[in-house]
């Protein structure tokens, strides 16, 4: 229940750290898991946010993601969890780019290019893209319905 009521962005790592991480570890298994590991300090969601209403579809695995914005001015915040510990990856990254950004800021990130510079493409199976995807387009829409 208290994560449910948080409302201060989370963000484990930045997006900086886990590009350098990304540099550092040449090897395509290391880069997977440290992406695991990086799931692994998600805080859990409320079980209240476990429904079909949270469900990312395209995903091989289930990922909820609620996305809002609050303070002032307001800023994303995500809460996702999924049940495969590399989404789980996938989500404290996607934290890491869009967490504490204004919708204006969300629309402005170039998505493709931060994940082409990970390597993504090579690493996950066409289904987590897919999922990944899904995340993506979420947090997109929210940031335009944010700004409608």
């Keep these: 229940m208290i994560d449910r009521l948080r409302k201060e962005p989370v963000i484990l790592s930045s997006l900086e750290e886990i590009i350098d991480e990304f540099d550092f570890l040449d090897d395509p298994e290391d880069q997977i898991e440290y992406l695991i590991d990086l799931g692994l300090d998600l805080p859990a ?64 990130i170039d998505i493709r290019q931060i994940f082409d510079r990970l390597g993504l493409n090579r690493h996950l199976s066409p289904q987590r893209k897919n999922g990944l995807n899904g995340m993506v387009r979420r947090i997109n829409e929210a940031a335009r319905q944010q700004l409608a």
């Design 45 to 108: 969601i409320d079980e209240s946010l476990k429904t079909e209403q949270y469900l990312v579809h395209g995903c091989q695995s289930n990922v909820w993601l609620d996305v809002e914005f609050v303070g002032e001015p307001a800023t994303m915040l995500i809460k996702a969890e999924s049940d495969a510990m590399i989404v789980n990856g996938l989500v404290a990254l996607l934290m890491a780019i869009y967490n504490g950004k204004t919708a204006e800021e969300v629309l402005a």
